[in-house]
Structure formats: C-alpha cells, structure tokens
C-alpha cells in the first residue's frame, strides 16, 4: 500500500512559470525525499528533507516539510519543459521507503 | 558499473511461467530495494535487503514471488507461476545507507514485464 498522496494528480504550465506539488502522507518519519520519473522508468533523486528540517533548497527546487500536519511541498521555479515528469514524493521510516501515487506535470513551451 | 543495471529490459512470458529479474546495484551498496510500479502509480515496495540478507519482505504479495541476494552485490527476483496480474515494471534501487533510510536511492532504469 501507498501511504502518500500527492496534489495535484497533474499539473499542466507554461514554460517559465512555478510548479507546486504537494505531498500529504500517514505516520512518522526520518525523512522525506522527492523524485523525478521520466517515462515510466527510473527514478532520479532530487532532494532529501529531514524530519528535524522545514525547508530546503537545491537549484530551482524548494521543499518544505510540515511534520504536525504530516504534508511536504515541491515548488520548481521558472519550470522548463525539460521539468516535463512525473514527481513523486517518498517517506522513509527506519528504512523502508514508501512512495506516493505522483504529481504528472507537463510544462508547455 | 557507474548505475544500478537491470537486466532484461523487457520481459514478455506467458501465464503460468517462471520469470527471474536480475539487478546489479552500484558496487559497494549495502542495501538493495526491489519495487514494483504498476501503470499511473507509485513504486510499491517489495523487499530490502541488507548485504545478504532480506531485512524487510513484507512487501513480497504472495509465495510466488522470491527474491535472492547470495553475495550481497547482485540481486535477483524470482516469480513463479506468473499471473497477469504482475505485469508490472519492476525496479531495483540501492542505497549506500548501512541500516536505515537517510541516504538517496539510485535507481535502475526497470524491467517491464508482460505476462500475457
């Protein structure tokens, strides 16, 4: 079973505007990661957050984590087609990751 | 090798037939996850092995599925008496954490399986 859920289930911009998604998922956790996930295949890592964190960047990407409400956020600036994904959100507990059901989003040219 | 490799690529097998996926972590990657993702969905865990070991198989949905991991580098999944139901892409994904998820998993580009 999946515990997270992410928000919106698909996300269509144009090119240059921000992306948020929204990640809500069930028990404690470690840490929170999100992915990225190009046609259907593998993943690719895009930023870790820990439990004791509340906001990370990395690039055009920001994460935050709210731990009371048990709800992580993705906002991709100044998106480019190339952000064109779909993008998942992954709790870990002591070390078994569990993944949400995505965020597709499609950046327009 | 510089990723996880996953071999085949694509597997087409008939009901009822046994099916193995092989994964190749990166070298000196203690732990090792098989997923599963089904069509529009998330990566559903299987197993996680730590070294040799399966520490974790509760993901594992019936008998028939078995995964192994002798050496503790390459790692293969064994279904048996395959069911349409598993098709599914199959994706492996190591980690260098020696014991609890605070690291990146790299992952594998999968292995799509067909039973037809």
């Known amino acids: 079973s999946q515990q997270g859920e992410e928000d919106p289930q698909a996300l269509s911009i144009q090119e240059g505007e921000n992306a948020t998604m929204n990640c809500s998922y069930k028990t404690s956790i470690n840490n929170l990661q999100w992915y990225r996930q190009n046609s259907g295949r593998g993943l690719v890592h895009l930023i870790l957050i820990r439990s004791n964190e509340r906001e990370k960047h990395s690039g055009r990407l920001r994460v935050t984590l709210d731990t009371s409400k048990k709800s992580s956020s993705l906002l991709i600036t100044a998106s480019r087609a190339a952000d064109t994904a779909s993008y998942f959100c992954?709790?870990?507990?002591?070390?078994?990751?569990?993944f949400g059901t995505g965020t597709r989003l499609k950046v327009l040219a | 090798g510089a990723g996880v490799s996953q071999t085949p690529s694509n597997k087409v097998t008939e009901k009822g037939k046994y099916v193995e996926l092989r994964c190749d972590p990166i070298?000196?990657?203690?732990?090792l996850y098989w997923y599963r993702q089904s069509l529009g969905q998330g990566p559903e865990f299987l197993i996680y092995f730590q070294g040799t070991g399966a520490a974790d198989d509760s993901g594992l949905p019936n008998d028939r599925f078995f995964a192994v991991r002798p050496e503790g580098s390459v790692s293969t999944l064994k279904i048996q008496r395959t069911e349409r139901g598993d098709s599914a892409v199959y994706l492996c994904?190591?980690?260098?954490?020696?014991?609890?998820?605070?690291?990146?998993?790299?992952f594998g580009p999968g292995t799509r399986l067909t039973v037809l």
């Open positions: 070298s000196g990657h203690t732990a």
């Open positions: 992954a709790t870990a507990g002591t070390y078994k990751y569990i």
């Open positions: 994904a190591s980690s260098s954490s020696g014991g609890g998820s605070y690291n990146e998993q790299f």
